[in-house]
DNA sequence: ATATTGTACAACCAAATGGTTGTAGATCAG
DNA sequence: CTGATCTACAACCATTTGGTTGTACAATAT
């Protein structure tokens, strides 16, 4: 019943850090380059205060990390929460896909 | 700025589809076989109503189609949700992959 | 030394989420 | 017909979410 508890509400705060347009592209952006905090902030429309939690919300979900240099705080993107999130779909994609082919051998069969 | 909003939501809603246990849990079960909504509800240590809204955020993600069946509702997969949440995990890792080739390049320089 | 910049964090607010119970309508079984 | 089952939906509740403003402090620039 309760598979594993750990890695379920990981995966809870994985996906849920996805299920919002400025965090998604703010882990595209950290992906390809470097970000301050700060930096990201000027992007958006909304103050820094709210950036600040969406980088929040993505460090506790293993997306980035921050790195402080000087004053500023540089968000770098974490490969392994992505990799993690892609893992289990592509779980289901290979269910979907075996059951599929059993459908495949049903109708042939039939 | 605004690059797609329709989309951008749309993903939002899916993201936020699998932001659960127990809706994950039921991706995964009418993944393999076909569930009614009771059928569904008798698995988890909830209400009814509990987990007919589960089936009903799914169904607004386009994760998974209901079917009336006599006085049944009869819960199945939808295969093109999934997909695309895998599309948008699999672009950001080419552009994870991409970096990761770029910086290989310039090591190899210096 | 002072002003500016970057960050952290608290307090607050409206709206959404995840759950409950209760009521009511269809459909099926006896 | 009557009762049981399956579903839909409303009302309610506690907590979380996504945003705000304000305060405080560290690091940099003038």
């Given at each position: 019943m309760v598979v594993d508890q750990l890695r379920e509400t990981e995966l809870d705060r994985l996906f849920q850090a996805f299920a919002d347009t400025t965090r998604r592209d703010i882990v595209r952006r950290v992906t390809v380059g470097e970000y301050s905090v700060s930096g990201l902030a000027a992007?958006?429309?909304?103050?820094f205060a709210a950036v600040q939690k969406h980088v929040a919300v993505l460090e506790r979900a293993s997306l980035v990390t921050k790195e402080k240099r000087g004053r500023e705080q540089i968000v770098r993107g974490n490969h392994e929460g992505l990799q993690k999130a892609l893992r289990l779909l592509d779980e289901y994609e290979q269910i979907w896909r075996q059951r599929a082919a059993r459908m495949a051998d049903i109708l042939a069969e039939g």
């Open positions: 992007l958006y429309a909304m103050s």
